[in-house]
T-cell receptor, first 113, second 115 residues
């Protein structure tokens, strides 16, 4: 297993367009997180899945954001009607248990022009 | 409300000397603490962690110290090497009010090791 994989690595989109990102966690990890990081900040929690259940969604996520993990394996994060403020690095992480480290993917860099 | 704080945005250290990165937290429910290293345009890479029941954990050149009474942890890198130059994030984890176990990150400290 090569770790957490994210696709695409980079995405440039025009304001108002929809974008979708994919995350493939480490195969046996049942816990999956999405974070967002902007310049000068640490990763900020967006949402969490345990298996296929989305158990928490941050107040940072407006209704334009939706995430799924349909079979408890890969996850997708969709942003509808993108805005310039959505420009950020979107990070996915997975872990097997609590009190262990979360492993991050390489991230998807979104630029909204 | 910044629950995990890294008050030093940057740090410069000579190669071979000790680097000390600091982190403070406010939530006494945090039970696990981690340090991550991040290079530009990449995701954070796990470095070292410590459980709240311990006060020290060592892994090669990296040692993390936890002072629960002061709600403070630090990462020591000895000896520092130019390849250690990166942004270091402190993180803490616990169950939140909704029952989700999640990781809260500080804003990072940029370490520059000078050759």
């Amino acid at each position: 297993d090569t770790g957490v994989s994210q696709d695409p690595r980079h995405k440039i989109t025009k304001r108002g367009q929809n974008v979708t990102f994919r995350c493939d966690p480490i195969s046996e990890h049942n816990r999956l997180y999405w974070y967002r990081q902007t310049l000068g900040q640490g990763p900020e929690f967006l949402t969490y899945f345990q298996n296929e259940a989305q158990l928490e969604k941050s107040r940072l996520l407006s209704d334009r954001f939706s995430a799924e993990r349909p079979k408890g394996s890969f996850s997708t994060l969709e942003i509808q009607r993108t805005e310039q403020g959505d420009s950020a690095m979107y990070l996915c992480a997975s872990t097997l248990n609590m009190n262990t480290e979360a492993f991050f993917g390489q991230g998807t860099r979104l630029t909204v022009v | 409300d910044q629950q995990v704080k890294q008050n030093s945005p940057s740090l410069s250290v000579q190669e071979g000397r000790i680097s000390i990165l600091n982190c403070d937290y406010t939530n006494s429910m945090f039970d696990y603490f981690l340090w991550y290293k991040k290079y530009p345009a990449e995701g954070p890479t796990f470095l070292i962690s410590i459980s709240s029941i311990k006060d020290k954990n060592e892994d090669g050149r990296f040692t993390v110290f936890l002072n629960k009474s002061a709600k403070h942890l630090s990462l020591h890198i000895v000896p520092s090497q130019p390849g250690d130059s990166a942004v270091y994030f402190c993180a803490a984890s616990a169950f939140g009010p909704s029952g989700t176990y999640k990781y809260i990150f500080g804003t990072g400290t940029r370490l520059k090791v000078l050759a």
